[in-house]
């Protein structure tokens, strides 16, 4: 077994004293769910508190970015759905390269069993949900169902703790990351308005140069930033959904090291050599200028053995889990209950959401899923059982931010986003305890604490 150096042991400075609950609180897997709860909770009462008109007024606010001539305004609600959330879809983007490059997408034999279980979650939810809507003002919300969040969903598998197989928790990430590709290409093909070819051909000739620059070895990020802001802005001049452009500029980062591991091996040891050598009682490192040298050397090969890719998406996924998603609930999870609670679960809308995400995606995952195995596509990972894939099937059906989402671009006029929000909610909370209590019952603490000593051993 290879030996793994521990990490650095420094005392804590002032400020990392104050903040240590916090940075604690930061590396919980569930952390981010949490602050998504509390966001969204505040926005639900905000919205039906006396000061409610100050909550829809605040995101109704304009803010404008001007350059001399050049100026753009939007609403802030509109900032947050169409700017920070392509940052998301962004994020999203790069996961799935990732998991295409030498994930669990990367071979078609290990993607096929999730692949198909995220087509049956995602079809046969739309059709219930069209089912209870067909020919009716909520016909264009089939989209709201069809979309799983991956944030939650996982967050309600860590709850179980190391009982969870490895096995259980890869095959929900690929599921909910090729259930991402499907919403992603539901929102570019069905949710976009009148489209301005112009300013597409324009805005995948900037996605080109971004390609471009991958080829040339531009490793940097300030490039792809830069370009992708200018994808971006064309992209909803264009009538396309801005966010579509965030996954389009991910396919564009370098996923590639300059070194390997050997190499890197061979740089760090003459990086420290030299810094070693050039130690002396009578200088400092501020000193030292071979030191200096020697250092920059160790930071070079280190950043030549990360593929920017890895090193993008680890420094995105705080801000993306602590800051974007919690101001998107913030901002659009702010149902107006008013009407009555009741009165919601009666409406088309709001009854084919909850069926959707509720029985459509238990349904789907599982069906499709047996049907994948049964036709010779795929095959069920080594020690799981279909009791546990149709227990992780009810954590599909947590539908959250993906469906909020959706939900405003299915309605974009305002029409029946309250019965969609409200359906969103009850079937989330449903699909999230009914998966929670079926691990329970399918996961064996036992044998999952033989099967922890067999990979300890290994």
Known sequence: MAHVSAPISLPPTPIQRVLSPFARFVRLESAGGIVLIACTLIAVIW???????????????????????????????????????????????LEIKRE?????????????????AALGGMVVPALIYAAFNFGGEGAAGWGIPMATDIAFALGVLA????????????????????????????????????????????????????????RLGVRGPIPYIVLGIVAWSLFLASGVHATVAGVLLAMTIPARTRINEDEFVEHADSALEDFRGACSSATTVLTNVRQQTALQALESATEAAQAPLQRIEHDLHRPVAFLIIPLFALANAGVTL????????????????VAGLVIGKPIGITLFSWLAVRAGLAELPAGIKWRAIHAVSWLGGIGFTMSLFV????????????????????????????GWLFLRGVINPQKMGSHRDTEAQR
């Open 47 to 93: 919205a039906n508190s006396p000061w409610a008109d100050a909550y829809h007024h605040l995101w109704e606010t304009e803010l404008g970015v001007r350059l001399g001539p050049w100026g753009v305004t939007h609403t802030i609600h509109h900032w947050i759905n169409d700017g920070l959330m392509a940052v998301f879809f962004f994020l999203v983007g």
């Open 159 to 214: 709850l179980m703790g190391p009982r969870v197989p490895l096995a259980l928790k890869v095959f929900l990430t690929a599921l909910a990351i090729v259930d991402d590709i499907g919403a992603v290409l539901v929102i570019a093909v069905f949710y976009t308005g009148q489209i301005s070819w112009g300013a597409l051909a324009a805005g995948l000739g900037v996605l080109g140069l971004c390609a471009l620059a991958n």
């Open 338 to 353: 008013s009407g009555g609670i009741a009165d919601a679960f009666t409406h088309p809308v709001t009854l084919g959401v």
């Open 407 to 434: 939900a405003n671009l299915a309605f974009p006029q305002g029409a029946h986003v309250d019965e969609s929000k409200i359906g969103i909610f009850a079937a989330s909370i449903a699909a999230g305890v009914a």
């Open 100 to 116: 295409a490059l030498v994930g669990e997408l990367a071979s078609i034999r290990r993607a096929t069993l999730p692949a198909a």
